[in-house]
């Protein structure tokens, strides 16, 4: 079997769209769709449900797709271990972070070092907007190959901790509860709240620890990104509860009274992508300058 029908393949079921797999590919799409088709006769199944305005993986795709992927892993390391005779790593690495995050996990210092070691890899970075659901669903479908996630992944991924940060709350200035030592979900509920969308980690802990609280509350604005939440809060708009990781100036931080679960934030692979070496040397950077895992 032509891996490259493989790489058509896993392209199509990342994209969902063929014209965008040619375009991530650098083929011509006739290309892409010949070659689906080859691979669909070769195997004696339909891997794509294609209409004029969608495309869907069949069972068989959603089955085999898994496998496809393993397969291309472990074809590029033993290209890797056979062929690159001069010691230098090749290849591309796709890795999802979250948005205004750039500094947690010494990002930039271990994607420097992976430069200076291996100039040959080519690294491109990707958001979700839906947070931590949404860059284990792009690992997932192969969109991705590595991703920063802050909940325990699912079963077909492998994940690495790197570091753990205990959650605060922060207020505006001036506020009432400014003046306590320390504060509870329950005196924050009643309060207008400032959070991340939907699919972060820290905002599906905190809605679990208000549902197990039985306590409501009241969203004055969803904001993209841990990041922006404290200047939010600083400019009076609600209250929030983060994960002590980004920097809080301007806001009154209060410790919890609530024992949440402490935010944790991992480095998530595809199970058996780690075998690849371009994911290798970036899990074992992290490694290096995220030891132990610590409270930000």
Known sequence: MDTRLLEYFTAVAAELNVTEAA???FMAQS?????????????GVRLFERTTKSVRLTDAGEALLPQAQEILDRVEA?????????????GRLRLGIFSGLEQIGNLPTVLHELRQHFPGVEVSLTTSASGSLGLSDDL?????????????????????????ADYVAL?????????????????????????????????IQLDA????????RQIAAEV??????AGYVAGGLGVAVIPRV???EGCEARPLTDQLPRWRLQIATRTGSSRRPVVQALIRLFGEHNQPATST
Do not use: I
């Open 209 to 216: 620890a208000l549902t197990h609280a039985g306590l409501t």
């Open 140 to 164: 997932t479908h192969g969109r991705l190959d590595a991703a920063f996630v802050a909940l325990p992944p699912p079963p077909e991924l492998d994940a690495v901790e790197l570091l753990t």
């Open 171 to 203: 207020l505006p200035p001036g506020h009432r509860l400014a003046a306590h030592p320390s504060v509870s979900l329950a005196d924050l509920a009643a309060e207008p709240w400032v959070d991340v969308p939907a699919g972060y980690g820290n905002r």
């Open 23 to 25: 375009h991530r590919l």
């Open 78 to 90: 033993f290209g890797y271990l056979a062929g690159q005779s001069d010691g230098g790593l090749r």
């Open 224 to 229: 993209p990104g841990l990041p922006a939440v």
């Open 246 to 248: 980004v920097d809080l």
């Open 31 to 43: 290309t892409v769709s010949a070659g689906l088709r080859s691979l669909e006769r070769e195997l």
